[in-house]
């Protein structure tokens, strides 16, 4: 499976990006699809992550309330909606797949396997 993440860019505070992430090469309809951010100098870290029939979402504290995860598994697409960001939330993010995992892993990289190439989220005050 190839991700492809877009999206990203330069917003003010309390502005709107959506993130998209296209998986290609094998559906991954049947896969836990999620995002990571990485701040400079800081560990990756999970942000939310979505279930293969969209029924059951994950999210981090940090990102409660105010961001969305969706999929569409008949485009083969992630999408993360982040509204009223933050500067904090400036960072590179990647989009992840993994075939099947229990809730407990769902929040840790190191569970997943397939990664996109990471879009930048720049987020000004």
């Known amino acids: 499976v190839q991700l492809q993440a877009s999206g990203g860019g330069l917003v003010q505070a309390g502005g709107s990006l959506r993130l998209s992430c296209t998986a290609s090469?094998?559906?991954?309809?049947?896969?836990?699809m999620a995002w990571f951010r990485q701040a400079p100098g800081r560990e990756r870290e999970f942000v939310a992550a979505?279930?293969?029939?969209?029924?059951?979402?994950y999210y981090a504290d940090s990102v409660k309330g105010r961001f969305t995860i969706s999929r569409d598994n008949d485009k083969n697409m992630g999408v993360l909606q982040m509204n009223s960001l933050k500067p904090e939330d400036t960072a590179v993010y990647y989009c992840?797949?993994?075939?099947?995992?229990?809730?407990?892993?769902?929040?840790?990289?190191?569970?997943?396997?397939?990664w996109g190439q990471g879009t930048l989220v720049t987020v000004s005050s």
């Open positions: 090469g094998r559906t991954a309809n049947r896969f836990v």
């Open positions: 992840a797949a993994q075939p099947s995992l229990i809730t407990s892993s769902t929040y840790s990289a190191q569970n997943y396997h397939y």
């Open positions: 979505i279930r293969w029939n969209g029924a059951i979402t």
